[in-house]
T-cell receptor, first 113, second 113 residues
């Protein structure tokens, strides 16, 4: 079962543009994380935001969290061709099980050089 | 390099067979998670172990089983394989029993013919 859904499913932009991906989830959470996956490779952790935080930055990444709307967004600024990958949000506390980290459906980002 | 090692990287087998996937977590990490990634199901949480004990269960079929050994490596056993079991199987590790940042291996790609 999927806890989160990313939107859009796919996004194509030009190098230098900003990319915004959204994640909606269903139940209350403790933390929300964003991961990146290059084609066929393992996932790499990008950023974690706690339920009592509203915004977090890491380099070119900016994550927001709105627990009232059960949604989060990931903004990648000044994108590069190397940012081409799939991006997943992941939430814990699904069904009250804090040990489960459930991933969304992902957004496939293509950055054209 | 995440520090998580998975073997084998690729595996081709026939329906009805049994395979074992192995995972060595990052040095010092006590938690191991198993995920299945397929095109139609996305990234599905299977099971989590912490220091040798099962701590959370997801969408793991009865034909599948896992364990974590005293040296903290983990194995995922898949039996009576079906075509639909073809997928990328990821292991991830983390230091804590609760969910934090996960470090993913590169996955084991299973093809069932």
């Amino acid at each position: 079962s999927q806890q989160g859904e990313e939107d859009p499913q796919a996004l194509s932009i030009q190098e230098g543009e900003n990319a915004t991906m959204n994640c909606s989830y269903k139940t209350s959470i403790n933390n929300l994380q964003w991961y990146r996956q290059n084609s066929g490779r393992g996932l790499v952790h990008l950023i974690l935001i706690r339920s009592n935080e509203r915004e977090k930055h890491s380099g070119r990444l900016r994550v927001t969290l709105d627990t009232s709307k059960k949604s989060s967004s990931l903004l990648i600024t000044a994108s590069r061709a190397a940012d081409t990958a799939s991006y997943f949000c992941a939430t814990d506390n699904y069904g009250g099980a804090t040990n489960k980290l459930i991933f969304g459906t992902g957004t496939l980002l293509a950055v054209q050089p | 390099d995440s520090g998580v090692t998975q073997t084998p990287k690729h595996l081709i087998t026939a329906t009805g067979q049994r395979v074992t996937l192995r995972c060595s977590p990052r040095s010092g990490d006590l938690s191991v998670y198993w995920y299945q990634q397929s095109l139609d199901q996305g990234l599905q949480f299977l099971i989590q172990y912490y220091n040798g004990e099962e701590r959370a269960k997801g969408n793991i079929l009865e034909r599948f089983s896992a364990q974590q050994f005293p040296d903290l490596h983990s194995e995922l056993n898949l039996s009576s394989l079906e075509l639909g079991d073809s997928a990328l199987y990821f292991c991830a590790s983390s230091l804590y029993v609760g969910v934090g940042e996960l470090f993913f291996g590169e996955g084991s790609r299973l093809t069932v013919l």
